[in-house]
């Protein structure tokens, strides 16, 4: 089977070559990216010497996809991942939507011309920002929490939010070239019969992740500890208690192992959350009591003005892949928390490596 993954440099799509490589018998793999993620360089060489074809190509340039040889599924990793993206000044709302929407049209159109099946690595950005800015929370052991006597709205209660939850506007611009990416490619699964399976992910988080605040905070935190680096807790109550949940890039590939030999089965939603939930979820406050125990204290900071699009309390829930497919995650938030302090330890530059030019 002939496998290939786009922004197979980046921390997600490398972290699915190596699993898929370590666990799948009689896999094929090959890549693309453009290697314009600062730190991608560094998984290069280490795909290469694993057998993994690479090529150097834009996903926003339709004619880099035309030379590619054909294969039978597509993993799309390529994406510009933060939800402040076209807002904070580094990207344009235009390049934004270059990257997440125009490149899934060229990728659908890729997957149309071979016959490959795809599946879309998505967010849990996707979900509309008005019902959970809103949300009543207060504060247990350090984080938020939603209150239980208050009107919930549909799809959202206190396991998480699940896929019936609306995804209307706002979203933010990236939440929605997410949304109209997946709407793209059911139509493309619908229209021209190919496979296509949609995975909204929680924050995902391991060793090797590129350290920035706006799309790997549990890696960014983790390092800027260890590094004795300024932190600052940013909006809300200025103390650290929102929440987000995070997912081992391990056990979203058990997911996609399950999906590809699944194939065109309708059975099944071909959307669907994947996170740590609930059990998986810590504030920044709490991220911060474990890095001390950890590597010994360190000044956090504060600064109580909100950013746009923060949100108090973000848990997926992922109780739909669990009845149809039997997932659940096996990498707890505690062992994934210490994979990511050895990195640290290992590699005191990493901040360094990973930072935006």
Same mark, same amino acid.
């Given at each position: 089977?002939?496998?290939?993954?786009?922004?197979?440099?980046?921390?997600?799509?490398?972290?699915?070559?190596?699993?898929?490589?370590?666990?799948? #018998?009689?896999?094929?793999?090959?890549?693309?990216?453009?290697?314009?993620?600062?730190?991608?360089?560094?998984?290069?060489?280490?795909?290469?010497?694993?057998?993994?074809?690479?090529? $150097?190509?834009?996903?926003?340039?339709?004619?880099?996809?035309?030379?590619?040889?054909?294969?039978?599924?597509?993993?799309?990793?390529?994406?510009?991942?933060?939800?402040?993206?076209?807002?904070?000044?580094?990207?344009?709302?235009?390049?934004? /939507?270059? !990257?997440?929407?125009?490149?899934?049209?060229?990728?659908?159109?890729?997957?149309?011309?071979v016959n490959a099946g795809l599946i879309l690595l998505s967010t849990s950005r996707v979900y509309s920002i008005a019902g959970l =800015?809103?949300?009543?929370?207060?504060?247990?052991?350090?984080?938020?929490?939603?209150?239980?006597?208050?009107?919930?709205?549909? *799809?959202?209660?206190?396991?998480?939010?699940?896929?019936?939850?609306?995804?209307?506007?706002?979203?933010?611009?990236?939440?929605?070239?997410?949304?109209? +990416?997946?709407?793209?490619?059911?139509?493309?699964? $619908?229209?021209?019969?190919?496979p296509v399976w949609v995975n909204r992910c929680g924050v995902l988080a391991g060793a090797g992740q590129f350290g920035r605040p706006?799309?790997?905070?549990?890696?960014?935190?983790? !390092?800027?500890?260890?590094?004795?680096?300024?932190?600052?807790?940013?909006?809300?109550?200025?103390? *650290?208690?929102?929440?987000?949940?995070?997912? !081992?890039?391990?056990?979203?590939?058990?997911?996609?192992?399950?999906?590809?030999?699944?194939?065109?089965?309708?059975?099944?939603?071909? /959307?669907?959350?994947?996170? *740590? *939930?609930?059990?998986?979820?810590?504030?920044?406050?709490?991220?911060?009591?474990?890095?001390?125990?950890?590597?010994?204290?360190?000044?956090?900071?504060? #600064?109580?003005?909100?950013?746009?699009?923060?949100?108090?309390?973000?848990?997926?829930? +992922?109780?739909?892949?669990?009845?149809?497919?039997?997932?659940?995650?096996?990498?707890?938030?505690?062992?994934?928390?210490?994979?990511?302090?050895? $990195?640290?330890?290992?590699?005191?530059?990493?901040?360094?490596? =990973?930072?935006?030019?």
């Amino acid at each position: 089977m002939k496998i290939l993954i786009t922004g197979i440099c980046g921390f997600v799509g490398y972290s699915l070559a190596q699993q898929l490589l370590l666990q799948g #018998e009689n896999v094929e793999l090959c890549g693309l990216d453009s290697l314009i993620r600062p730190g991608s360089d560094s998984n290069r060489k280490k795909l290469t010497e694993a057998g993994v074809k690479l090529v $150097h190509a834009d996903i926003r340039n339709a004619s880099d996809l035309e030379c590619l040889p054909a294969v039978d599924w597509v993993i799309d990793a390529a994406a510009n991942p933060s939800v402040l993206a076209g807002v904070d000044g580094q990207t344009s709302s235009r390049q934004l /939507i270059e !990257h997440n929407l125009g490149g899934t049209v060229n990728i659908l159109e890729y997957c149309k011309r071979v016959n490959a099946g795809l599946i879309l690595l998505s967010t849990s950005r996707v979900y509309s920002i008005a019902g959970l =800015s809103k949300l009543e929370v207060g504060v247990e052991q350090d984080a938020y929490q939603p209150l239980p006597k208050q009107a919930f709205p549909l *799809g959202l209660n206190r396991s998480g939010v699940g896929e019936a939850y609306s995804t209307q506007a706002p979203v933010s611009l990236y939440g929605a070239t997410k949304v109209a +990416s997946e709407v793209l490619a059911l139509e493309y699964s $619908h229209t021209y019969g190919f496979p296509v399976w949609v995975n909204r992910c929680g924050v995902l988080a391991g060793a090797g992740q590129f350290g920035r605040p706006d799309q790997g905070i549990f890696a960014y935190w983790i !390092h800027s500890w260890q590094q004795k680096r300024s932190l600052k807790y940013i909006g809300f109550d200025g103390q *650290g208690h929102q929440v987000r949940d995070c997912l !081992h890039p391990d056990d979203l590939a058990v997911m996609i192992r399950l999906q590809i030999a699944a194939g065109m089965d309708r059975s099944k939603a071909q /959307i669907q959350n994947l996170s *740590g *939930g609930v059990t998986g979820a810590m504030s920044l406050r709490q991220l911060s009591a474990w890095c001390e125990t950890r590597f010994g204290p360190n000044d956090v900071g504060c #600064e109580p003005m909100s950013r746009p699009f923060d949100i108090p309390w973000l848990v997926l829930d +992922s109780s739909l892949a669990k009845a149809q497919w039997n997932w659940r995650p096996k990498r707890g938030v505690d062992s994934i928390l210490e994979e990511i302090a050895q $990195h640290a330890e290992a590699n005191p530059d990493w901040l360094k490596l =990973s930072a935006p030019y």
